[in-house]
């Protein structure tokens, strides 16, 4: 798999320039605060100081905090043989260590990978799709998710994942506390007014990039590529296209600890096909039927 | 005026250092076929330790099918002899037939079927031998990389100059592929 070289160096370029937006975005924010508060250096201080500090976090151990909030165990070999050793045994084809490997108590058919490199990896599945995918699919998912591992997809997506998430949260919060408590310490009747202007303004300036930063994280092409490399690492498509045919029929899509900001990193996405604008701005993943086509053609 | 000493000596430069960056990725690669290789033998190595567990669970079952089990004790110890890469694959194919015919003739056997050191050791054994399956399509990825790097042109002149010979690929026979005949 030489492609996968290539790809490496684009994800650790891109998780880099991600970093780097997201510091300059949230030290923006800090110093817009500033200047309402008469001090846009202290606003833009504390909030470099955190955002450095919050992306070098999420860069050492956004996985971790992933897998805690997708309520993501680790298993022993013991439990799950099967599972174990088609990671072990994928792992040696795409040359890479084994990941760790971890199970989420779900009866939804789902899995991600996560994790900053091949050496810090964990690969995660639903107990759903243990116990309805047979041997052969449940190796093409594994596959799809090695994958991610090898050609650091699972970096980009991590960060993506920490970082983005924290910019809904803040925004959120922001949005609230403006509206809130905004007028209270306002002397005069334009401030208020200002204050307004200015949480629409940033919101205007946020949701958009937010947006973006998603679809960027996403990228079709990255999962038409892990699903190619899935079939090069098993050497038989109809596995992974088996297992995407169970995973688009399965009346129940929805995991219930995935949200905006982990949505893209699962193989199938994790939320209830309603045509919703929601659903529609945070449409993460390439339609499923078209994978299954791709790989029968292999 | 520039002197043409200069020209020769930038045009030595870069073949020098086209010459280094050349080495050293098929050291990386050549180095990359050794652990490669080392993973093909770890996995038939763990197979070898699990058969005599496997072996001694199902002597009692078996009356009649000493053959069986008298073939992977002998495909065992032929693939410990084995010196060659070749020969390596053989007796490995070997003892991955033998041990299809048995867990097919323990089919016939409930009371053997149904036991839980048996289950195991089946999961245990087809999980290592898709794992030597795996290691031996990586072993076979890696030795194509560096066989079509030393035999580019012009990296083709340098590798004999350093000595770079082709590596062998791990391969099984198209006739060994098929499914084996279980007699009974």
Do not use: C
Not at chain 1, 204 to 224: D, F, H, N, V
Not at chain 2, 59 to 87: D, F, P
């Amino acid at each position: 798999m030489r492609i996968a070289f290539d790809e490496v160096r684009n994800n650790s370029i891109k998780s880099y320039l991600l970093m780097v937006i997201f510091i300059i975005l949230i030290g923006a924010l800090g110093a817009l605060i500033g200047i309402f508060y008469n001090s846009m250096y202290i606003g833009l201080s504390f909030a470099l100081i955190f955002s450095i500090i919050y992306s070098l976090i999420g860069y050492y151990s956004g996985d971790k905090m992933i897998l805690k909030m997708s309520k993501a165990k680790p298993v022993k070999k013991k439990e799950y043989p099967h599972l174990y050793h088609a990671a072990e045994g994928l792992a040696i084809a795409a040359g890479i260590p084994t990941p760790k490997v971890y199970v989420i108590d779900d009866s939804a058919l789902n899995a991600f990978a996560t994790g900053r490199d091949t050496k810090h990896a964990s690969i995660v599945v639903t107990t759903g799709l243990l116990s309805k995918l047979n041997r052969e699919e449940l190796e093409g998912v594994v596959a799809h998710e090695m994958s991610h591992v090898k050609n650091y997809d699972v970096r980009f997506m991590m960060l993506t994942a920490v970082l983005v998430g924290i910019v809904v949260l803040l925004s959120d919060f922001l949005l609230r506390s403006f509206l809130w408590g905004g007028h209270k310490d306002s002397k005069d009747g334009g401030k208020g007014g200002g204050i307004l202007i200015l949480v629409g303004l940033v919101l205007a300036i946020l949701t958009p990039i937010i947006g973006e930063l998603i679809k960027l994280g996403i990228s079709r092409k990255r999962e038409y590529m892990a699903d190619a490399n899935a079939a090069i690492l098993t050497r038989y498509p109809p596995g992974l296209a088996n297992a995407l045919r169970k995973i688009s029929k399965d009346p129940d899509p929805l995991v219930d600890q995935a949200n905006r900001a982990t949505a893209h990193l699962f193989i199938s996405t994790p939320f209830r096909k309603t045509k919703g604008f929601v659903t529609n701005i945070f449409s993460t993943h390439p339609d499923i039927n078209d994978r299954i086509r791709r790989l029968e053609k292999m | 005026m520039i002197n043409p000493w200069i020209i020769v000596g930038i045009v030595a430069g870069f073949i020098v250092l086209f010459v280094i960056v050349l080495y050293n990725s098929v050291i990386r690669l050549r180095n990359q076929v050794k652990n490669s290789w080392a993973q093909i033998d770890v996995q038939l190595k763990r197979r070898n330790d699990l058969i005599p567990n496997l072996v001694e669970t199902v002597k009692g079952y078996m009356k009649h099918e000493k053959t069986v089990l008298q073939n992977i004790t002998r495909a065992r110890s032929a693939i410990l002899s084995a010196k060659t890469m070749n020969e390596k694959a053989k007796a490995s194919n070997v003892i991955s037939d033998t041990l299809k015919s048995l867990f097919a003739v323990s089919e016939n056997y409930p009371t053997l079927k149904a036991n839980e050191n048996l289950m195991q050791l089946q999961e245990e054994l087809s999980g290592t031998e898709s794992k030597i399956a795996y290691a031996r399509q990586h072993y076979n990825d890696v030795v194509m990389e560096f066989n079509i790097k030393i035999q580019q042109f012009p990296a083709n002149f340098f590798a004999k100059m350093f000595n770079f010979k082709q590596e062998q690929l791990f391969k099984t026979e198209e006739t060994e592929k098929k499914v084996v005949k279980v007699k009974f």
